[in-house]
């Protein structure tokens, strides 16, 4: 979308904070926001701030910091990236990704090349002008009208202080074209029963102490806010009662930027900022509004097991690191029609005691439970940990016909089943797990050798899309429609060309590859001999968005929901 004339000389920056605690859905409101003015024909793009010093999040194991979510580009990055290219169907690049440390890492790096010509580098001024600098440049890369800026934590932290000191600047030197929101939360505690407004208040003036006032507040809390409660919160907060928004708990977080209009949030944005908007309801809105309703109207289950292994810090988290994963199966769910059902099996608790690698696994759990899923699915994963029983339910989907889909690591666990189970490679493995099998199936990448050589382990990883040619009437070109795909990646390893010819005389398909036809990309067994067997050493889940769902996610989906039938 090309920029406005209306705002191409004044674009605006809107930075939405989080007051009181952190987790209270501030991603899913910052996408909300930046929905509803995309929604009225803006062009829209959005920037997330992480305070961490790391470089970006691809250091970090998911039960830290939730899934990594990996742009095209290849940029490592947080999960509220992925919220933002869902809701806006826009691809976003490195540009809108923005750490401490690499907001340091360049500062430092121009002192060295002497670009700040002789003078003392401080923290304060030059850190918030290299802050504006990408800010300013994530704009122009993507020409948009607005853009949204997400500060990660809360105010008061310390982590965040230059953030919003680069906030505050920009303000200075553009009054009409910087806003703030605060997404902040309202308990009600249960002894006293009311909706508590102190906490909010407490973080605007903490906010102002940065010399920071909000226009905004998105008032989380169990229920919406009651008029008594915005005029108070008004009056203490100086922010006018109807720019105090409410957002209450939803059952599906495709609700709010629906419950925000009922608020009239997108309008009251739009003449504060002076944007041109367009009044009339876009296909766009529309379209959201159909896909909102069919997630409500889904009454028929499909039941998917997830099999992994990032459990041990609780549920909570464990949904967080397959954030992508989730919201894939459901957009193909709810296109069929279907309510998904998803079901976390840990993967050791399939592992007999004794491993190959002589280590001991978890409780062995039946496998023949697996039999009441309509299907399976192994996403990506790291290590040693429950290789074993992930291994052990591929086998048992495979031989009972059981619909599976791997994901990255489910794709070499599928190559690495099939060597061992149909080959009678008993040691097959991947060197990740065990250097010393005879029978090496998934391998190092050749580049990657001195790469690790050297633990030089961020941001190495063969990273970002890539394409792949797909096999002609295969079961993943007729789900694609198409032999030409592009998908985003995240693996050092990949399957041991020395095998492909003895797998696919024993009956796997290798029914995608890379171009020059050395990387194996895709793994099928053939749809006579299983209803679908297909693993992916791609992520597909990254490109999932809930008014385009993914072809292969929704290929088995499908063959999910007849299996059920049966
Ligand atoms: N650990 C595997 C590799 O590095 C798979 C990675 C993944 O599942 N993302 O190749």
């Given at each position: 979308m090309g920029e406005s004339m209306a705002t191409k000389k004044h674009p605006k920056y809107i930075f939405v904070v989080g007051g009181v605690?952190?987790?209270?859905g501030k991603g899913v409101a910052s996408s909300s926001i930046a929905k509803l003015l995309q929604d009225r024909g803006l062009s829209v793009t959005a920037i997330k701030i992480d305070p961490y010093i790391n470089i970006d999040a691809g250091t970090m194991n998911p039960t830290e910091h939730g899934e990594v979510f990996v742009l095209s580009d290849g940029d490592e990055t947080d999960q509220d990236m992925g919220n933002y290219e869902r809701f806006l169907n826009i691809d976003l690049t490195r540009t809108n990704y923005m750490t401490t440390g690499r907001v340091y890492q360049t500062v430092i790096e121009r002192e060295r090349n002497l670009e700040y010509h002789g003078k003392c580098v401080e923290v304060v001024p030059h850190i918030p002008l290299e802050i504006i600098r990408r800010i300013e440049k994530a704009r122009k890369d993507a020409r948009a009208d607005v853009v949204l800026i997400e500060v990660g934590?809360?105010?008061?932290?310390?982590?965040n202080m230059l953030f919003l000191e680069a906030a505050r600047m920009m303000k200075v030197r553009n009054p009409h074209d910087i806003f703030f929101i605060v997404v902040s939360y309202l308990p009600v505690p249960s002894k006293v029963g009311e909706m508590k407004t102190k906490p909010t208040q407490n973080a605007v003036r903490t906010l102002n102490a940065s010399g920071i006032q909000p226009d905004f507040i998105i008032a989380r809390a169990e229920s919406a806010l009651d008029a008594k409660r915005k005029e108070k919160l008004s009056f203490a907060t100086s922010v006018p009662a109807k720019q105090i928004i409410s957002a209450p708990d939803v059952e599906s977080i495709y609700d709010i930027p629906l419950n925000f209009e009922r608020e009239h949030f997108g309008d009251i944005l739009c003449a504060l900022a002076d944007l041109k908007c367009s009044k009339k309801e876009t296909p766009a809105r529309r379209n959201w509004k159909k896909f909102a309703a069919k997630v409500h109207g889904a009454k028929e289950e499909v039941q998917i097991a997830v099999i992994g292994k990032y459990f041990e810090t609780g549920d909570y988290v464990l949904s967080d690191s397959y954030l992508s994963v989730i919201e894939a199966i459901k957009y193909s769910a709810y296109a069929e029609g279907k309510k998904p059902v998803l079901t976390w099996l840990n993967s050791a608790e399939f592992e007999t005691p004794a491993r190959l690698d002589g280590r001991s696994g978890g409780n062995?759990?039946?496998?023949?439970?697996?039999?009441?899923?309509d299907g399976i699915i192994v996403p990506g994963g790291f290590g040693t940990r429950g290789v074993e029983g992930k291994i052990r339910a591929i086998e048992f989907a495979r031989k009972h016909k059981i619909p599976y889909f791997g994901l990255c690591y489910g794709m070499q666990m599928l190559v690495i089943e099939y060597a061992r189970n149909v080959l009678h490679l008993k040691d097959a493995n991947t060197r990740e797990v065990n250097p010393d099998a005879k029978n090496i199936i998934i391998d190092i990448m050749e580049n990657q050798k001195e790469i690790l050589a050297k633990k030089?382990?961020?941001?190495?990883?063969?990273?970002g899309a890539f394409p792949a040619v797909l096999k002609k009437g295969s079961v993943a070109a007729m789900a694609y429609g198409k032999t030409k795909i592009t998908e985003r990646h995240r693996h050092r390893y990949e399957v041991n060309n020395a095998y492909v010819s003895a797998l696919e005389t024993a009956g796997l398909v290798f029914s995608g590859r890379s171009p020059d036809g050395n990387l194996m990309e895709i793994a099928e067994l053939p749809k006579s001999v299983h209803p679908f067997f297909l693993g992916v050493q791609f992520h597909p889940e990254f490109l999932a968005r809930p008014l385009a769902p993914h072809p292969l996610f929704t290929a088995f989906i499908k063959a999910a929901t007849t299996k059920k039938k049966k």
């Open positions: 605690i952190s987790g209270v934590g809360t105010v008061g932290e310390y982590q062995p759990k039946r496998v023949e439970d697996l039999k009441k899923y030089n382990m961020g941001n190495t990883m063969r990273l």
